[in-house]
């Protein structure tokens, strides 16, 4: 089994920066992809960014320049650095994890983290 945990949300200005971090901890063999997913009131789940193991990124078109993925795999963990954030950014951030355990090989999600821009 692992597990996820996220850290970093909160509420932050229009053009305000903010770094999520997402800790995978368990009985680890191996992590795959790590990604950062979001779902604002209303809408649907969406991917944010992703990094392979090593280091090929993807991202949104919504967040490209602005948003940075990093990961530290001897940490387990992956990291969302958020600059000029917008109105629209306002959502729950989860992290995504392809791992593989003792027991499986599956994806793995955290518990969410909210992140509100607001003046």
């Known amino acids: 089994q692992a597990q996820l945990v996220e850290s970093g949300g909160g509420l932050v200005q229009p053009g305000g920066s903010l770094r999520l971090s997402c800790a995978a901890s368990?009985?680890?063999?191996?992590?795959?992809?790590m990604g950062w997913y979001r779902q604002a009131p209303g809408r649907q789940r969406e991917l944010v960014a992703s990094s392979t193991t090593e280091g090929t990124t993807n991202y949104a078109d919504s967040v490209k320049g602005r948003f940075t993925i990093s990961r530290d795999n001897a940490k387990n963990t992956v990291y969302l650095q958020m600059n000029s954030l917008k109105h629209e950014d306002t959502a729950v951030y989860y992290c995504?994890?392809?791992?593989?355990?003792?027991?499986?090989?599956?994806?793995?999600w955290g518990q969410g983290t909210q992140v509100t821009v607001s003046a």
């Open positions: 995504k994890a392809s791992i593989l355990t003792a027991a499986e090989f599956r994806d793995y």
């Open positions: 368990g009985s680890i063999f191996r992590i795959y992809n």
